[in-house]
Nanobody, 112 residues
């Protein structure tokens, strides 16, 4: 059984920062690509950041320069460091393993 558990979401003021974490269990984590997606009310789930098993990272244009993804294979954990948050970043953020397994999501709300 593969489980992905996100944490770190919350309420933050515009311009603030949050760090999301996603810890995986029940999988050979180090061989898997991991990613972050988000979904705001009324919108499709959108790609935010991805990190391959080899460490290649890519970002959606909307978050480039503000968000940083990383992975720690020893801890079976991926992170998303988010800075300079704005209202458009408000969404439920989901962690995915290989775009097949998904976490429950963690809510990020950015307020003014």
């Amino acid at each position: 059984q593969v489980q992905l558990v996100e944490s770190g979401g919350g309420l933050v003021q515009a311009g603030g920062s949050l760090r999301l974490s996603c810890t995986a269990s029940g999988t050979t984590f180090r061989f898997s690509a991991m990613g972050w997606y988000r979904q705001a009310p009324g919108k499709e789930r959108e790609f935010v950041a991805g990190i391959s098993a080899g460490g290649r990272i890519n970002y959606a244009d909307a978050v480039k320069g503000r968000f940083t993804a990383s992975r720690d294979n020893a801890k079976n954990t991926v992170y998303l460091q988010m800075t300079s948050l704005n209202a458009d970043d408000s969404a439920v953020y989901y962690c995915t393993l290989g775009n097949r397994s998904w976490g429950q999501g963690t809510q990020v709300t950015v307020s003014s």
